[in-house]
């Protein structure tokens, strides 16, 4: 039986996964959660006989007592749990050594989980994006073994599905697809007034908040870009974002043959846990395929990058320093959590974003640890909300 620790379960990306994990092959090992939602983590750990969970905030009495009541309510008795709080509880269930660990949380207080899990030895099933933007060369130097992080993120696990398709050399470019977002075909001058509510009507994906407004802006694609050149080892450059609405290719490898392969399934994000869970084999009947029978268009069309800069800022940060990306991260959970407050205008995100990576003095790779990155990102987060007025 292979043994999991899911980070972030009661979340969109957590939630699936126990879906996935309910159709068995799994011994659910360890949760760890925010706590903000005790009754939901409450009943993952009845549900699923969890020995072990973990909580940012909150007290252990707090979740055993919610355990208890939900072990009461199914008439069942209450399982013993074992109860770690704090920041650092999620890292240490993540190194505790299961055969895989799944990174669902969101943003970057999963670095330390990440690379807690990878040198650990786990398999790390990775959909918190966030930790390797960030921590960019140390993710990757903390790896045991190549193949050792499995995406979770669909375009990327689309592109590591592609790329069992030629060796590396054969590799010509990554074209990483984009929804558009909620906002597509839009103007600047439209989106002055847009509220969080709208930005968070996603047209293809049902997802948590701040990855959703991500993106309307398209940092979430920016991040997806340093994403694949981290996993992948190729360059910015050679990495394409093309718009396309449909979310159905969930992105593409062009070859030096001039071959281009793609991955398409209906936008499900329990294929590519299902996948990630059970790489390299391929689960049975993760989703249901695409329909041949009926007729559909597939459309693509270039990014309105004056309008939606994530991408741009991305590629800048990923130019200037080992550093940047980090900053751009770290500013940007900061706007998006006054946006969706209601403290920050959608515009003013970017806007932030971009002035941020101006000012910001970069540290050179090779001066690249976790004292560096913290301190860029407290720099970033506290320059961010001055910008914001919310400090
Ligand atoms: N949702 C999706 O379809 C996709 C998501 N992703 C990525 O996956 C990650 C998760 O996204 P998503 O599931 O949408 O996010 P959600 O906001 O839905 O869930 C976040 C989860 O993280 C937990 N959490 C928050 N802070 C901590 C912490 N300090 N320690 C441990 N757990 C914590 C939350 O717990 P609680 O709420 O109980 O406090 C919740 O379970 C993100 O990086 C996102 O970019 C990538 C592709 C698709
Ligand atoms: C499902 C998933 O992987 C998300 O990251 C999704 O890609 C977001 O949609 P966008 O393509 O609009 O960024
Ligand atoms: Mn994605």
């Known amino acids: 039986m292979t043994t999991l620790t899911l980070l972030g379960s009661t979340g969109s990306i957590g939630t699936q996964a126990l879906e996935v994990v309910s159709r068995g092959g799994y011994e659910v090992a360890a949760l760890a959660a925010g706590g903000a939602n005790l009754r939901l983590l409450a009943e993952q750990v009845v549900d699923h006989e969890v020995p ?12 055993r007592d919610a355990v208890a ?41 999963g670095l330390e989980p990440t690379l807690a899990a990878l040198r650990a030895g786990s398999s790390l099933a990775l959909a918190n994006k966030e930790s390797l933007v960030v921590g960019g060369a140390l993710v990757r130097a903390a790896r045991q073994r190549p193949d050792q992080i499995v995406p979770v993120d669909s375009e990327h696990s689309a592109m590591a599905q592609a790329l069992r398709s030629g060796t590396h050399a ?18 600047r001058e439209e989106l002055t007034g847009v509220t969080a509510a709208e930005a968070l009507a996603h047209p293809t994906w049902a997802m948590g908040p701040v990855v959703t407004v991500n993106s309307a802006t ?25 718009v396309h609405p449909q979310s159905v290719v969930h992105s593409m490898v062009e070859f030096v043959d001039g071959s281009t392969i793609a991955q398409a399934s209906p936008p499900d994000m329990r294929l590519p846990i299902a996948l990630a869970l059970s790489w390299p084999a391929r689960p049975q009947r993760a989703v249901a395929a695409c329909r041949w029978d009926e007729a559909t268009s597939w459309t693509f069309e270039p990014l309105d990058e004056d309008t939606f800069r994530g991408v741009r800022l991305a590629r800048q940060a990923a130019a200037a320093s080992a550093t940047h990306p980090a900053v ?30 101006a000012e910001h003095e970069g540290v050179p790779a090779a001066s690249l640890d976790l004292a560096t990155v913290h301190a860029a990102e407290a720099w970033a987060r506290h320059r961010a909300r001055e910008l914001a007025g919310t400090r």
Do not use: M, W, Y
Request: with cysteine; charged share 20%.
């Open 218 to 242: 398209l940092v979430n694609k920016g991040l997806e870009l340093i994403e694949a050149h981290l996993l992948f080892d190729v360059a910015v450059e050679d990495i394409t974002v093309v």
């Open 170 to 187: 054969e590799v010509a470019r990554l074209v990483l697809t984009a929804s558009g977002g909620p906002f597509r075909g839009k103007r």
């Open 69 to 109: 009541a939900v072990a009461a309510d199914r008439g069942v008795p209450a399982p013993p749990v074992e109860v770690l709080v704090g920041e650092g509880a999620a890292a240490e269930l993540a190194g505790a050594g299961s055969d895989v660990v799944l990174n669902g949380v969101t943003g970057s207080v």
């Open 328 to 357: 751009l991260n770290a500013a940007n959970e900061e706007c998006v959590a006054a946006f969706l407050d209601g403290r920050l205008s959608f515009l003013a995100i970017t806007d932030i974003l971009e002035q941020v990576l």
């Open 52 to 63: 072990l969970v973990a909580v940012s905030r909150g007290s252990a009495a707090d979740v």
